[in-house]
């Protein structure tokens, strides 16, 4: 998912000011790790949503953080585990997405809803709040239906394609 016509230095420290601008703390983490912060507190935010965190749901987390960010397990489990934790009660954290509708690209707010439905179907169960999570990200976003629907549509596409594995 890193793409190098992205300058993901400087995006992750605009979403680190952003982050730390709403917790109130500049925080050395937030600077940091930016997008993958904010990511592991949106992932926080879907899996909890049905009330509990689910172990499969926490495992797809840090794989996924691993995956997208190319971190290790043990950066991955301590974002889980500072930031992420923070943020993911943070009412502001959809209104830090909506500043952020113009600073992602179309393909960056592809791969935060994939990163969802990750985790959303990561426990074998769909919950509505936490689909209620993903239509929230979708309007701070200002996604287009037609992203939405090719997201749908390439997520199902690999899911597929790992059920024939």
Partial sequence: MIREDVDYQYLNARIGELLAEKLGEAHELLHEAGLAALMASLMMRAARADGAISEQETQEILVALQEVFNI??????????????????????????????????????????????????????????????????????????????????????????????
Wanted: proline share 1%; no cysteine; aromatic share 8%.
């Fill in 72 to 165: 290790t397990g043990a950066r991955a489990l301590e974002l889980v585990n500072s930031v992420a934790s923070q943020l993911a009660s943070d009412s502001d954290l959809m209104t830090v997405f909506a500043s952020l509708q113009f600073v992602l690209n179309d393909r960056d707010k592809k791969m935060v809803l994939l990163l969802l439905l990750r985790i959303i179907a990561a426990d074998g169960w769909r919950d509505s709040a936490e689909m209620t999570v993903f239509t929230d990200t979708v309007k701070a976003l200002n996604i287009s239906p037609e992203v939405v629907h090719r997201v749908f549509d390439r997520y199902f596409e690999e899911t597929m394609a790992n059920d024939d594995n």
